[in-house]
């Protein structure tokens, strides 16, 4: 795929949702850091349920420190490996008073230092929270990175690394989101929705289903 196409991709995104967010609730980075961490392996809408929940009673490193891991089990239990991750919030909560003054560090080193945040929990905070140029590549944007032609590669690290250096630089801040909504809801796993792709004229893909 060439940068033409890459760049009339991105155009169209960015005309048809000029600001898109995250699916998940939060109001401050430390929201955002929990709300990242319970997601794996869970749906946004799982996820919401259980911070509605509990960030009304709890919403920064310390009090949710001081819930300690039963407690905080009892907010998020309805989500998936729930045990291990209420073991790492607390630990990452104990970690942000001690070290970060309670404060979400903006840098990648200070962030993957956190139990359980690792490369792309760091960079949907780093992207989402403090709006800088990265891009974290889960399963929905690693398959639309290659079955688009966007940027291929064999692992999620590869297709990082391209889409950094693919994608143009005016769409980069809000890249992530166009990405993983698309993989989301149109360029589905099984049956890409092509007849609904804003893209399907300059998509890779060869087996389009263009007739649904």
């Not at 310390?62 to 919030?89: F, M």
């Not at 079955?147 to 291929?152: D, L, M, V, Y």
């Amino acid at each position: 795929m060439n940068k033409e196409k890459r760049y009339e991709i991105f155009s169209r995104w960015r005309e048809a949702n000029p600001h898109p967010k995250t699916e998940l609730n939060y109001s401050s980075p430390f929201e955002l850091l929990v709300a990242v961490a319970l997601s794996a392996q869970s749906t946004d809408k799982g996820v919401n349920k259980a911070t509605a929940k509990l960030f009304p009673v709890a919403n920064t490193p310390q009090a949710i420190y001081d819930l300690g891991e039963e407690g905080l089990k009892e907010y998020i239990k309805t989500i998936g490996l729930y045990n291990s991750k209420a073991k790492h919030i607390i630990q990452a909560c104990k970690m942000l008073v001690e070290l970060h003054n309670s404060v979400v560090p903006e840098n990648r080193e200070d962030l993957e230092a956190l139990p359980g945040v690792g490369r792309k929990t760091a960079n949907v905070i780093l992207n989402t929270a403090f709006g800088q140029p990265t891009m974290a590549v889960d399963t929905h944007i690693f398959r639309v990175g290659n079955r688009t032609g966007i940027a291929k590669g064999k692992n999620v690290v590869e297709v990082e690394k391209k889409l950094l250096r693919f994608i143009p630089k005016e769409f980069m801040i809000d890249a992530h989101h166009w990405l993983i909504l698309h993989g989301r809801y149109i360029c589905v796993a099984r049956k890409p929705k092509c007849a609904a792709c804003l893209i399907s004229d300059l998509c890779d893909f060869k087996d389009k289903l263009l007739d649904d």
